[in-house]
Structures are given as C-alpha cells and as structure tokens.
C-alpha cells in the first residue's frame, strides 16, 4: 500500500449552486485539470473524488458535487448523488459567487448547521463580483494565484478541521503496553489479494509499530506453533472473523483476543451499539428484511463473506427464512423501515463520519446495526470472548 487509504482522509466537498466555479477552484487547489470545467451549466455529474497530500492539514479527499438548481434532465438524478456526499463529509466548502448569499447557499449552510459540520465559504469569481466578508477571495482561473489560495485554505481547515481529525482514534495501540507482543492472525484464503495483506491487517500493523509494539503474524495453520514458541504470551491477538471459532478455541484464557472487524467496529464506529445490534439477531422471524452493506465494490467469489457466508450462517444460527438484501460502496437506503437488522461490514474503505451516519439512520428509524466482526462473532457463538478488551462494549454484550 502506497498510497493514504482514501477511508483515512479528510473528506472536503465542495457545494454551491450550478455553475458557481466549484470544479475550477478544484482544479485550482491541486494544480491539475481533475474536473471538466465549462460556461454551461450541468458539466459536473457524478461526485468528482480527487486525492491530495494537503500538508501540514495530511491526507485529503476532494469531494466535488453537482451544484443546486440544476434544471437539465438529468439535474434530479445529480442532485441525489450530491445529497448523498453530506454523510461521508467532515467539512463543507460553500463555493460562491463573490459574496452573495442567496436561497441555494442558505440551504447548504443550515443543512450543515444541523449536521454540526464546519464550513468554510468560498468567494469565487473575485474579478466580477463583490467579495467582502468572512470568506476566502478566490478568482480560480488565475493560476498564479495558487499558492497564496492554498496559504489561506491551509489555514482555515486548520481552525475547523474535526479533533479526531487530528487526534486519530488508535486502533489497537491502547490495547496493549509498548513492548509487548501483539500476534495477528490472518488466513490466507481465496479472497486474500495477491501478493498482499487487505487494509485492516496492514492498519493493525502499523497501529502496533506507532504504538511501539512487537508484531508477529502467521496464518491459522503456524498459529499454535507461534503460541508454543513465544517465551511470553502476547498481551493479544487479533484475528479475520472468519476464524474467530478457531482462535477462541486455541487461545488460553489469560490472553486477550479479538478481531480486525470489532476493532474497525471502534475506530470506525461506536463499538457498543453495534453490541446493541447483534441481539436482535435472535428476534429473526421468517420472512424478516436484513441488509447487508459492504463498503467497497468487488467481484463476489462463490464464497464471498458477505454475499453468502454470512447469509447462510444467519439462517442456520436462527433457523428462519430471511429475506437478504445487499448494497455496496457508498449506496444506503434512505428508507430503512423494512429492515429487521442492518449488518455493516467493517467499513475500512469508508471514513469515520460515514459510518457514523449510517449507524445514526438506523437508530433514527428504529433498526438494530452491527458489523461483520460483531455479527460473526455472534453467530460463532464466541462475542463475549473477543469483547472482553472493550469493557463498554462487553457490558452492553451481558445485558442481552
């Protein structure tokens, strides 16, 4: 992995009205030609993404939307996916012409009041329009104005930018002291990609060496091996969900376990109402909705974890006939009542705000949560064990 993970980035959409300059202040910001850039109104589609290393801000995302009042054809459709970019944001840029502020601005501004997001006005166009007040004066065709635009930028995310932002939630480092031994165990198997370790295990890792601890990983098959030989036990060992039965059964009770989802289940999320929502898998009837949600989009094999594992443990561990409904990426339904339970998956590939949201709507419309860690752990029969490192979350696991 070369490259920040994009999950792990400060997500900036840009927003504003149609052809109020957003995608040529993009292409301004990064020096590159990202957007499509044109008079007539409409040109963006799509929610246009671009990566930047924004220092001393760190690893960015560009998010840049279709603008509001869009009246082509198509414009209902682009303003659904503009919508849809407020749950994976942590900061709003209001890209104006000049300073005015009319109807399509104030709705950005109240709809980012009310999600409690800081935003940073844009006065674009500052050769053709007035530009007093507190905003940042842009003119994004002048290239020459770059440096000094990116001066300014700089210093108003910093003043906005969200705490845990800047403070990034440990993943596992506060699980164990420095200098301990920390053992990872990763199956390699069918979806294990070539050549490489997958997002979370390569996180923990490097969790672990920040942290200043002592890493060892090994596949299920070298495992009791690795216990055997270590002259002190590990102080814990993180596991693929996949393989939770196993290492339960192969750890000795003095050791803390637990898996890469339920850690991700922290990071990325809230821990214990995801606990919460692992209870109601006992309540399953037939006929019952679930909704299983992966963050990224991949080509299912015949033994995909989401498309057919964990399906088919669902219904032998609750003997029902479920109904069982699959999104992906960025797709969630807005209308969640249907569903008895909502499975999350870990959510490396989506940020900390986005997973947030989704647990919010599903607790706004009265619909359990979990995520594939807690889920599996569950249905192995094993949740208490591997909750036992997250005293919060384990008290919620001994109320059900």
Same mark, same amino acid.
């Given at each position: 992995?070369?490259?920040?993970?994009?999950?792990?980035?400060?997500?900036?959409?840009?927003?504003?009205?149609?052809?109020?300059?957003?995608?040529?202040?993009?292409?301004?910001?990064?020096?590159?030609?990202?957007?499509?850039?044109?008079?007539?109104?409409?040109?963006?589609?799509d929610?246009?993404?671009?990566?930047?290393?924004?220092?001393?801000?760190?690893?960015i995302?560009?998010?840049?939307?279709?603008?509001?009042?869009?009246?082509?054809?198509?414009?209902e459709?682009?303003?659904?996916?503009?919508?849809?970019?407020?749950?994976r944001?942590?900061?709003?840029?209001?890209?104006?012409?000049?300073n005015?502020?009319?109807s399509f601005?104030?709705?950005?501004i109240?709809?980012a009041?009310?999600?409690?997001?800081p935003?940073?006005?844009?006065?674009?166009?500052a050769?053709?329009?007035?530009?007093?007040?507190?905003?940042?004066?842009?003119?994004?065709?002048?290239?020459?104005?770059r440096?000094?635009?990116?001066?300014?930028l700089?210093?108003?995310?910093?003043?906005?930018?969200?705490?845990?932002?800047?403070?990034?939630?440990?993943?596992?480092?506060?699980?164990?002291?420095?200098?301990?031994?920390?053992?990872?165990?990763?199956?390699i198997?069918?979806?294990a990609?070539?050549?490489?370790?997958?997002?979370?295990?390569?996180q923990?890792?490097?969790? $672990?060496?920040?942290?200043?601890?002592?890493?060892?990983?090994?596949?299920?098959?070298?495992?009791?091996? $690795?216990?055997?030989?270590?002259?002190t036990?590990?102080?814990?060992?993180?596991?693929?969900?996949?393989?939770?039965?196993?290492m339960?059964?192969?750890?000795?009770?003095?050791?803390?376990?637990?898996?890469?989802?339920?850690?991700?289940?922290?990071?990325?999320?809230?821990?214990?109402?995801?606990?919460?929502?692992a209870?109601?898998?006992?309540?399953?009837?037939?006929?019952?909705?679930?909704?299983?949600?992966?963050?990224?989009?991949?080509?299912?094999?015949?033994?995909?974890?989401?498309?057919?594992?964990?399906?088919n443990?669902l219904?032998k561990?609750?003997?029902?006939?479920?109904i069982?409904?699959?999104?992906?990426?960025?797709?969630?339904?807005?209308d969640?009542?249907?569903?008895?339970?909502v499975?999350?998956?870990?959510g490396?590939?989506?940020?900390?705000?986005?997973?947030l949201?989704?647990?919010?709507?599903?607790?706004?419309?009265?619909?359990?949560?979990?995520?594939?860690?807690?889920?599996?752990?569950?249905?192995?029969?094993?949740?208490?064990?591997?909750?036992?490192?997250?005293?919060q979350?384990?008290?919620?696991?001994d109320?059900?």
């Open positions: 992995m070369l490259n920040t993970p994009k999950s792990l980035r400060l997500h900036i959409a840009l927003m504003g009205k149609v052809n109020s300059g957003k995608s040529s202040f993009l292409n301004l910001v990064t020096g590159q030609d990202v957007s499509i850039t044109s008079e007539k109104e409409g040109t963006t589609t929610v246009v993404e671009k990566n930047q290393e924004l220092l001393p801000i760190g690893p995302t560009w998010l840049d939307t279709a603008g509001l009042g869009d009246e082509t054809a198509l414009g459709k682009r303003m659904a996916k503009t919508q849809a970019v407020w749950d944001s942590d900061v709003i840029m209001l890209i104006c012409e000049g005015k502020i009319g601005e104030e709705e950005i109240k709809e009041e009310k999600r409690n997001l935003l940073i006005k844009i006065f674009n166009k050769d053709k329009f007035s530009c007093e007040g507190e905003g940042i004066k842009v003119n994004s065709k002048d290239l020459s104005s440096d000094e635009v990116l001066s300014k700089k210093a108003a995310l910093i003043k906005v930018c969200p705490e845990d932002f800047i403070n990034q939630p440990t993943m596992l480092g506060d699980l164990a002291p420095a200098q301990s031994q920390i053992l990872l165990l990763v199956p198997d069918k979806e990609p070539k050549g490489r370790l997958i997002m979370p295990q390569v923990a890792i490097r969790d $672990a060496l920040d942290n200043d601890q002592i890493v060892t990983v090994v596949k299920e098959t070298e495992y009791k091996l $690795a216990l055997e030989n270590m002259k036990p590990p102080a814990l060992v993180v596991c693929d969900s996949q393989v939770v039965d196993f339960v059964a192969n750890t000795p009770d003095n050791i803390a376990c637990t898996t890469f989802s339920i850690l991700f289940a922290r990071l990325k999320g809230d821990i214990v109402k995801l606990t919460e929502g209870a109601a898998i006992k309540n399953l009837q037939d006929g019952d909705k679930v909704l299983i949600a992966e963050s990224c989009t991949h080509h299912a094999i015949e033994d995909d974890i989401g498309r057919v594992k964990i399906p443990w219904k561990k609750t003997g029902k006939d479920l069982i409904n699959h999104v992906s990426g960025h797709d969630f339904p807005t969640l009542a249907e569903y008895k339970l499975i999350q998956c870990g490396c590939m989506h940020n900390r705000r986005e997973m949201s989704r647990i919010n709507k599903c607790e706004q419309a009265g619909v359990p949560i979990t995520n594939y860690g807690v889920c599996i752990s569950e249905l192995k029969g094993v949740l208490g064990r591997v909750l036992k490192p997250f005293p979350a384990l008290a919620q696991y109320k059900k």
